[in-house]
């Protein structure tokens, strides 16, 4: 049942849908059809207006909606899957472009945390935030010992409102499941349920911070890839801070090419490092978009070197999903759909009822299109789109791990291909994949069958 709060927050989300004229997504998604009648009691709405393509009104209905919101928006982008390639492109520009809230009250939040006065803590603390986004906003510092660092604090009043949001978008999903009881692969729960857990791991600061502690012992020995250094004895639930970290981001490709930055290594560094996290560590940066990425300057005695921030999202793969990923990408290559289709059934990722010949006769027809081409010009994260499309059809329940796999592969692909267009992600993945097979399967047959089959 729904709160007040809830009942009238729901009025507002249908007011904003009516001011961006949503009403044709709800006549045409026949999940939201039962609630088509509530727009015509507002008379502004029976004169139609043109509002534009749809995937604007409605990536401009969840701006409005505010932060909460946006992130479900992104979270739903990812879900390529599900959502109409048009609305899927229009709700991955989404951003948080979430106003600051005072830096006074950041100060206030700090000081509770370690409940002495900031100055006995910090050296300097800068009220002006470096940034803001809808769960936190950072502002730079130094300790007293000068090191350069940024403190991360949470938002007040977050996470009471994420509770009211997400309790509402709760009800809608299961009044939606229980009025299409018979289309089994509606899963708008699981997707709540998803989103839920994502919003409330990035509330925990502590969180954050042991992924990225993780992630920097995992990459000890690599010089070219650094993570800043978490200081624990400074952290807590709502504040965490780190080194701070300076350098060019990789989005601005002419400040790259004027320090003199490798774009081809650059671009061929960021395949082989997502490689060695899935693979090598099964434990991968899942939020890898460019504004999370920093180059250095190469100097006479140190190349560039790429840093990244933010660590709210990770992921792992499990042994067993790296070994059915691995052997699919091994099929694709031979075009060896049948030996696709099997790997899923015995995988236990389709129901073992499903018939191997008519997965593969679909797999096929989506995927042989894209093999028509050089290898270099197939994307990697649109095969995996079409396949996790299709296996939909075949009622495959989609692993959060594998959506976040399929999301990190194309934003490193997108970034990869603006820095050097030419960048070839199969042949980067080559030498990674065969590395993986060689210490963890131990086959040397299956080593011969690798290297006779990857690309060249």
Same mark, same amino acid.
């Given at each position: ?6 009942l009238?927050r ?5 007011r904003v849908?009516?001011?961006h004229?949503?009403?044709e997504i709800?006549?045409?998604t026949k999940?939201?059809?039962?609630v088509r009648?509530?727009f015509?009691?507002f008379p ?12 604007n009104r409605?990536?401009l209905? +969840? ?5 909460i919101?946006?992130?479900f928006?992104?979270?739903l982008?990812?879900r390529?899957?599900?959502?109409p390639?048009?609305i899927a492109?229009e ?6 472009n979430?106003?600051?809230?005072p830096?006074k009250?950041a100060r206030?939040i +700090? ?11 910090l050296l300097e603390f800068?009220e002006?935030?470096?940034a803001?986004?809808?769960?936190a906003q950072v ?6 010992n ?9 938002r ?6 994420i509770?009211?949001?997400i309790?509402?978008?709760s ?5 939606a499941?229980q009025f299409y009881?018979n289309d ?6 699981g997707?709540?349920?998803?989103f ?11 969180q954050?911070a042991?992924?990225?502690?993780q992630?920097r012992r995992n990459?000890e020995?690599?010089?070219r890839?650094?993570?800043?250094e978490v200081?624990?004895?400074y952290t807590?639930?709502n504040v965490l801070?780190m080194e701070?970290i300076f350098g060019i981001?990789?989005s601005d ?8 930055v490798?774009l ?6 960021g395949v082989?490092i997502?490689f060695k ?9 899942a ?6 990425i920093f180059?250095t300057r190469?100097?006479a005695d140190?190349?560039?070197r790429?840093?990244v921030?933010d660590?709210?999202?990770?992921s ?6 790296q070994r059915?990923l691995?052997?699919n990408f091994l ?5 060896d759909y049948q030996?696709v289709?099997?790997l899923h059934?015995e995988s236990?990722?389709?129901p073992?009822?499903?018939r191997v ?5 679909a797999i096929r027809?989506?995927?042989?299109p ?6 270099k010009?197939?994307s ?8 996790l499309?299709?296996a ?6 989609i692993?959060?791990?594998? +959506?976040?796999l399929q999301?990190t +592969?194309?934003?490193?692909?997108g970034v990869g291909r603006?820095?050097?267009p030419e ?5 980067t993945?080559?030498p990674q ?10 086959v040397r ?7 006779e089959n990857?690309?060249?």
């Amino acid at each position: 049942m729904l709160t007040p709060g809830q009942l009238l927050r729901l009025f507002y989300i249908q007011r904003v849908m009516i001011k961006h004229g949503l009403d044709e997504i709800i006549f045409a998604t026949k999940y939201l059809k039962p609630v088509r009648y509530l727009f015509y009691l507002f008379p502004w709405n029976w004169v139609k207006r043109d509002y534009g393509p749809r995937g604007n009104r409605l990536r401009l209905a +969840i701006e409005d909606l505010g932060p909460i919101y946006v992130k479900f928006g992104q979270i739903l982008s990812t879900r390529r899957d599900l959502l109409p390639k048009d609305i899927a492109d229009e709700l991955a520009k989404l951003q948080d472009n979430v106003p600051a809230f005072p830096g006074k009250e950041a100060r206030r939040i +700090i000081e509770a945390a370690y409940e002495k006065p900031l100055t006995e803590v910090l050296l300097e603390f800068d009220e002006v935030p470096l940034a803001s986004a809808s769960i936190a906003q950072v502002h730079a510092g130094k300790l007293k010992n000068g090191k350069d660092i940024i403190v991360k604090v949470i938002r007040p009043g977050i996470e009471r409102n994420i509770r009211r949001d997400i309790g509402l978008l709760s009800y809608l999903a299961q009044k939606a499941e229980q009025f299409y009881s018979n289309d089994k692969s509606l899963r708008l729960q699981g997707v709540v349920a998803e989103f839920e857990k994502t919003l409330f791991g990035e509330l925990d600061l502590m969180q954050e911070a042991a992924n990225a502690s993780q992630l920097r012992r995992n990459f000890e020995d690599e010089e070219r890839y650094y993570v800043p250094e978490v200081e624990w004895e400074y952290t807590r639930r709502n504040v965490l801070v780190m080194e701070r970290i300076f350098g060019i981001p990789v989005s601005d490709i002419g400040q790259l090419r004027a320090a003199g930055v490798d774009l081809k290594w650059l671009a061929e560094y960021g395949v082989e490092i997502f490689f060695k996290q899935g693979f090598r560590d099964s434990f991968f940066h899942a939020d890898m978009h460019p504004g999370n990425i920093f180059v250095t300057r190469p100097e006479a005695d140190k190349p560039e070197r790429v840093m990244v921030v933010d660590f709210c999202i990770m992921s792992s793969l499990t042994e067993f999903d790296q070994r059915y990923l691995a052997e699919n990408f091994l099929a694709f290559l031979n075009r060896d759909y049948q030996k696709v289709a099997e790997l899923h059934v015995e995988s236990g990722w389709i129901p073992a009822g499903t018939r191997v010949d008519e997965f593969e006769f679909a797999i096929r027809t989506v995927c042989e299109p894209l093999f028509d081409r050089p290898l270099k010009e197939i994307s990697f994260g649109d095969l995996l789109l079409r396949l996790l499309q299709t296996a939909r059809r075949f009622h495959m329940e989609i692993l959060p791990q594998l +959506i976040l796999l399929q999301k990190t +592969i194309v934003n490193i692909e997108g970034v990869g291909r603006q820095l050097y267009p030419e960048l070839d992600l199969w042949k980067t993945a080559r030498p990674q994949l065969e590395r993986w097979m060689s210490e963890r399967l131990g086959v040397r047959g299956l080593i011969k069958g690798t290297r006779e089959n990857l690309p060249h």
